[in-house]
């Protein structure tokens, strides 16, 4: 087989962070005075995925996202309410929601045991392991790598360099990075020359100038990619 490592992606790839998301949101708003719409959750995913690519690109502290994100949704809502204490409840209610997107499972099983599976994932460390051990995911993995206990976020080299000297006998060239981010995942995997499998369930055009080892648009795809070695 040619690869031996496994770095998978969790929200988005595995996870379904947008339900996640979407549920939490609503818990934290309700507990805030604050009425829940589909227009309020799809306002605020829009201003944490723009924050989470500011971290990204090191132009702001993860601490200072934490909250940061409610002050600019309350802006927006035009309410004056306390961030810091959204966002503790928002990060609370997040990590009880852990939820497996179809097929995600099944592609676990189908690669448990014949090669080495890991999760490597920006993200808050409580977080992240609550929703990992509430859906399952965890038991079919070797170790869970994330940012927060890091010190550093995908796509930096430091993040990468730190899961290599955490996995015996890594070596890059047997190694398959597998996400839905083309500016984490992929661009951390072209930046440690790891190879890089998108998931792309949805079909989007790649960048001219990333050169993508692989492109799935199913789970199917990903599993025939590693067994098979191409589709």
Not at 40 to 45: F, H, K, P
Not at 59 to 74: A, G, N, S, T
Not at 151 to 164: L, N
Not at 194 to 205: E, L, Q
């Amino acid at each position: 087989m040619k690869y031996q490592t496994l770095l998978f992606d969790a929200d988005g790839t595995l996870l379904d962070f947008l339900r996640s998301e979407a549920e939490a949101l609503k818990e934290a708003l309700t507990a805030n005075g604050i009425a829940p719409s589909e227009d309020i959750v799809a306002l605020y995913s829009g201003i944490n995925d723009s924050l989470w690519k500011m971290l990204e690109r090191g132009e702001i502290l993860k601490d200072v996202l934490k909250y940061r994100r409610f002050e600019l949704l309350f802006d927006s809502l035009d309410v004056k309410k306390d961030a810091n204490k959204m966002a503790r409840d928002y990060m609370t209610a997040l990590s009880t929601k852990g939820y497996l997107l179809d097929g995600a499972e099944e592609l676990c099983k189908k690669l448990y045991g014949k090669v080495k599976l890991y999760i490597v994932t920006n993200g808050i460390e409580f977080i992240q392991r609550g929703r990992y051990a509430r859906c399952g995911i965890d038991k079919y993995f070797e170790q869970i790598f994330i940012s927060d206990v890091i010190g550093y976020e995908k796509p930096s080299g430091k993040y990468f360099e730190y899961v290599a000297e955490h996995i015996d006998g890594f070596d890059p060239s047997k190694a398959l990075i597998i996400g839905d981010s083309l500016t984490s995942d992929m661009r951390g995997g072209l930046n440690y020359s790891i190879d890089t499998c998108w998931y792309n369930p949805k079909g989007k055009a790649c960048p001219e100038d990333m050169k993508l080892t692989y492109i799935a648009k199913s789970f199917d795809e990903v599993s025939r990619f590693i067994l098979n070695g191409d589709i």
